[in-house]
């Protein structure tokens, strides 16, 4: 059964990466005191970035069992690790090169192959990650982005991956502020299973995406960020003042 979206907003994006730290890291510990292990799926794009950074410095660096957590993407772009189009490379960078997480517990996409070459690869780690009898793991936890045009990871607007309901990953090409196009994904039935998503949404140029997601339409082909709905996950939407400022009333929590 579908727990409560639950919507936050927080004065700025200092304040997001706070909060969001917050979130990761009890979320860690929940994960690793029940199963040992925390696994995790990373966005991309800019929003996360003063997260990872956040979450490298007192007091989250010494609170997360970074030595039991395992990570993953939620998308990533079809370039080398070493470019700064990767999201690897920005998650490296930020977080990962300040942390002492086994590297054997970093699971990238790829991104140096054939779209095809990386969704087969990728397809194949997630199954190696996965509980027994699954082809993905549950995710602890994954942290979803949300463009202005309504899209989440690499799910666009009308995208046949909008609405994937049996491939855990797929290879889209996608034209958004100049990024780069060629995409691995994974689709909302494994984001879906995820035990906690985590939307990070900052800045005026989302709050016409985030009133639409969040509003009364249901239409997950316009507005992907739509198809996101846990089965027996929880829900957050943790966005900053400027992308909140559309939202109608104050029903949210
Ligand atoms: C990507 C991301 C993408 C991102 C949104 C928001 O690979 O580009 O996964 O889904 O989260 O585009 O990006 P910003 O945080 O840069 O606004």
Known sequence: ????????????????????????????????????????????????????????????????PWTAMHVFWGDERLVPPSSSGSNYFHARRQLLDHVPIPATQVHRVRGELTAVEAVADYTRVLATSAEAGRSWPRFDLALMGLGADGHTASLFPGAPAVVETEAPVKAVTADYEGRPAQRVTLTPPVFNDGRELLFLVAGAEKAAALAAVLGDTDDALSWPAQAIQPRAGKLIWLADVEAAQLLQGTEWV
Do not use: H, Y
Request: charged residues 15%.
């Open 1 to 64: 059964m579908n727990q409560p979206t639950e919507v936050r907003i927080v004065p700025d994006r200092a304040s997001l990466a706070e909060t969001g730290a917050e979130i990761f890291v009890a979320a860690a510990l929940q994960a690793v005191a029940a199963r040992g292990r925390f696994l995790v799926a990373l966005s991309g794009g800019s929003t996360p970035r003063d997260l990872f950074a956040r979450l490298t410095q007192p007091p989250f660096v010494t609170a997360v």
